[in-house]
């Protein structure tokens, strides 16, 4: 199956083409990727990706989203894409947590034993997730949640090992580690729950509040007087 990926989470973005044969490893075939956030150019990345593995856009027969947590603009943006295309072409869509692109990420590098993932999620809180790598596929060990500055602080003084987007801002024992779209596409290949491009949601572990603004003041017109 030929796979384009989309991983927008994180301040690096990447695209990339990923094709899969049955009883074989899947291969990445085209791969763009920019740092930048919402300055990068998201279709000449998707252009690129394609140019470098010689296919047409009609070709492609599945889009893989990165569905966060992380940069919630840019999770929107990639499904807004992948959304679009399966109007347009009635594509297959995955959408893959990106914590779980960064576990494999860090499995392929070779690093072993449990680690922690860690994503800014703002106003001084954190996206934290455990992992145990090893031969097997990688095994979440801590359910993916939401901690403060103070509790991932204790967590690095009791010796656990973070990875993560940027991290090392935060911590300078921390290993910066960036989801990848080549990764995304290559889980992407072992996967088959697909969804329609209405279902395709951010993982965001927020309850989502706001507040209704109120109705627009009415201005008479000139020379109308106002009633009491």
């Not at 919630?72 to 807004?80: F, L, M, S, V």
């Not at 960036?178 to 290559?186: E, H, K, Q, V, Y």
Request: some cysteine; charged content about 20%.
């Amino acid at each position: 199956m030929k796979i384009l990926a989309l991983e927008f989470s994180s301040a690096q973005r990447s695209v990339a083409v990923v094709q899969g044969q049955p009883g074989q490893p899947p291969q990445v075939i085209g791969e763009a990727v920019e740092t930048g956030g919402r300055a990068v150019n998201t279709f000449a990345m998707i252009t690129e990706a394609l140019r470098q593995a010689g296919l047409e856009r009609e070709q492609i027969e599945c889009l893989a989203v990165g569905l966060g947590p992380g940069s919630y603009t840019g999770i929107r943006a990639a499904i807004a894409v992948a959304q679009g295309w399966q109007l347009a072409r009635e594509v297959k869509l995955l959408g893959i947590s990106s914590v779980e692109c960064l576990a494999a990420q860090a499995q392929d590098q070779g690093i072993q034993g449990l680690v922690h993932l860690l994503i800014d999620a703002q106003r001084n809180e954190f996206y934290l997730s455990g992992y145990d790598l090893g031969p097997s596929p990688p095994l979440e060990a801590e359910p993916l949640r939401l901690v403060t500055l103070a509790e991932a602080r204790r967590k690095v003084q009791d010796g656990a090992i973070f990875l993560g987007p940027e991290v090392s801002t935060w911590f300078s024992e921390a290993r910066a580690l960036f989801p990848r779209a080549s990764t995304l596409g290559r889980l992407a290949q072992t996967r088959r729950e697909f969804l329609p491009g209405e279902k395709l949601e951010p993982i965001y572990l927020r309850e989502t509040n706001f507040v209704k603004a109120p109705p627009p003041r009415a201005i008479p017109p000139p020379g109308e007087k106002k009633t009491a």
